[in-house]
């Protein structure tokens, strides 16, 4: 037998070999089951793994991304670190003035007259202006004062209208006193007196220039006041003065002296001519002051 039959012959026995294992070989029973299980544990590893993304994302705080330039010249999301916000402080409240002290007495406070309503009195009358404008700041703060007296204001025929005074000293700042007549919740008038009263040949006891504005009527009602009347008179005194005494009228009124001023009020029942008469003592009870020895004060009234 030649080569090229053999070489046939054995091409033929190997595709019958062929040809008799692929009937009898069988493709084996495909796994369903482990294959759902795979398929089950994998799901389960990928939902797993976007939840862990999702609570990653939720942990960012907004704002925590800032738009930075890229290399490319790109705007890119880059992730800055999470600043956690200190707890905000309690605000304080902005400090506000407290307003004048009060007088040393609760006797200077006359007439019904309380503490509240002398306060917004010294407020009004350091906002009042006459021209309606700002009013004079160069007389400082409501709490650079000190209440000095309270009563009722008799209207006359110049200022109709009752109301009541207000007078208050300036203990900081330039020395400054003031007297205001309140009328309806209005400044109706102010009189300020500022800067050193000092003068040559000086009296320990020295009653106010304005203080008329509190013990007398108008001059055009001379003679036909109308009664009853709150007067009051004011002034400053030395410390060597240990009492100070007024006279108006048929009354005597013993004085308040208040950290260097006296204060002393009260009420006419007949129609006067003269001016309160003020006397000073010592702490010995010798007179150092009296008003009708005084050459700056006038003893008669208009």
């Not at 039959?5 to 190997?14: G, I, L, P, T």
């Not at 409240?93 to 307003?99: D, F, N």
């Not at 006359?110 to 009195?121: E, H, K, P, Q, Y």
């Not at 050193?196 to 001059?219: C, E, F, G, R, T």
């Amino acid at each position: 037998m030649s080569h090229d039959e053999d070489e046939r012959q054995f091409e033929e026995q190997v595709r019958e070999l062929l040809a008799e294992d692929a009937y009898a070989v069988q493709p084996s029973q495909v796994p369903y089951p482990a294959i759902r299980q795979q398929g089950t544990v994998e799901r389960r590893r990928r939902v797993a793994a976007v939840g862990a993304a999702l609570v990653t994302l939720v942990a960012v705080p907004v704002g925590a991304y800032a738009l930075t330039g890229g290399t490319n010249g790109a705007d890119t999301a880059t992730p800055s670190p999470s600043v956690t916000a200190p707890p905000s402080p309690t605000p304080t409240p902005s400090p506000t003035p407290s307003g004048p002290s009060g007088p040393a007495t609760d006797g200077q406070l006359l007439d019904g007259i309380d503490r509240a309503t002398a306060v917004s009195g010294v407020e009004d009358c350091l906002a009042y202006s006459m021209g309606g404008g700002l009013g004079d700041t160069s007389l400082g703060e409501a709490s650079d004062y000190r209440i000095l007296l309270a009563m009722r204001s008799t209207g006359d025929s110049n200022a109709p209208g009752d109301g009541h005074f207000v007078v208050a000293v300036r203990e900081k700042g330039p020395k400054t006193r003031l007297i205001c007549n309140i009328k309806d919740g209005e400044v109706s008038g102010r009189s300020v007196s500022s800067g050193d009263d000092a003068i040559p040949d000086a009296p320990v006891v020295m009653p106010d220039i304005n203080a008329h504005k509190l013990y007398m009527q108008s001059v055009i009602d001379r003679g036909n006041w109308r009664l009853p009347f709150r007067w009051a008179s004011i002034g400053t005194v030395e410390p060597s003065v240990a009492r100070v005494t007024v006279s108006y009228g048929d009354e005597t009124s013993e004085a308040v002296l208040d950290d260097g001023w006296f204060v002393a009020a009260g009420e006419l029942n007949q129609q006067v001519t003269r001016s309160p008469h003020v006397k000073g003592y010592d702490a010995d009870g010798k007179l150092v002051y009296d008003s009708d020895r005084d050459k700056y004060y006038i003893p008669t009234l208009p």
